[in-house]
């Protein structure tokens, strides 16, 4: 891969991830900063051959192609229109941009790979909400004011998408980002990998999605429709809140869904005592930083 491309410096790889890698180019002229998403096929054996190369991840990336050329909401990391200096490449395939929100959960680039398919993203230089989360000051949460704006963000964000009859189905700390705009923070939807559209009488019952912050439904396999959103949401905001997930977070997902699956429509939260019973809350843990 070039260093440059026209006015466009190469800063670095970012990093990689299941459908392919990140680059973070520089505009020398007037500093704007993108991320290029480069799709990756397997040309060559490769310990994630079989995460690249089956027809389900194809099928994936091409379909959250088609979803975000739909969208426009300033909560949904958004398509923007490709630098001319990338469109003539003539080694290139067809592109798309896309906003792009530095601080991911990405691994890094194997050799082997083919490349096609580009996105560029607009470039969000407050990283992903995990890493914000691990912050040593954010121990017990977010402050209440920061809580505040991350729920109204992304809770418009969601109910623009389910207007469109659309499912994130893997929203997670990972999946949001921050961006400054006017000096304020904004978070942001990203990944719509999982992404599910809905007809108006179609329900879902494929497994997808990130089994900690997963909704009962999904992993009982049973039929679910957008509130599927609604519960990843909720363990998220909690999180965001406390600084910890809410149901027995240092248990497997397959053992404390048999216990959460069965909890009662008022709790919110379980820990498992020091005499291994499981105890439910209605409240949420006095370590936060929220106003009484």
């Keep these: 891969m070039p260093e440059m491309v026209g006015l466009w410096e190469r800063v670095k790889d970012i990093g990689s991830g299941g459908f392919g890698m990140v680059v973070l180019w520089r505009n020398v002229t007037t500093d704007q900063k993108i991320g290029q998403f480069i799709r990756l096929t397997i040309r060559s054996p490769s310990p994630y051959g079989s995460l690249l190369s089956h027809h389900g991840p194809e099928n994936r990336w091409k379909k959250e192609v088609e979803i975000m050329l739909k969208l426009n909401h300033r909560g949904i990391v958004s398509c923007m229109p490709l630098p001319g200096d990338f469109q003539l490449d003539p080694a290139a395939l067809p592109r798309l941009c896309m906003e792009y929100c530095e601080g ?68 997670k700390p990972e999946n949001v980002v921050l961006q400054t705009v006017h000096g304020k923070p904004l978070y942001k939807l990203i990944d719509l990998g999982y992404a599910k559209e809905l007809d108006q009488s179609s329900v879902c019952t494929s497994f997808v999605g990130t089994l900690q912050y997963l909704a009962p439904e999904l992993f009982l396999t049973n039929k679910y429709t957008c509130t599927a959103d609604y519960w990843s949401l909720g363990l998220v905001a909690y999180e965001v809140v406390t600084g910890v997930r809410p149901f027995l977070p240092n248990m497997p997902p397959a053992m404390w869904m048999q216990h959460v699956s069965r909890k009662d429509p008022s709790h919110i939260a379980a820990e498992r005592m020091e005499d291994g019973v499981i105890q439910f809350r209605s409240e949420i843990s006095v370590c936060n930083h929220i106003s009484p």
């Design 104 to 171: 991911g959960d990405l691994r890094r680039v194997r050799q082997g790979y083919s490349l096609y398919v580009r996105l560029c993203m607009e470039y969000c230089e407050g990283g992903d909400l995990r890493r914000v989360l691990l912050r040593p000051e954010n121990c017990c949460g977010l402050p209440e004011l920061e809580v505040r704006q991350f729920l109204s963000d992304i809770t418009d964000a969601l109910c623009y998408l389910h207007g469109l009859r659309i499912i994130h189905r893997d929203l």
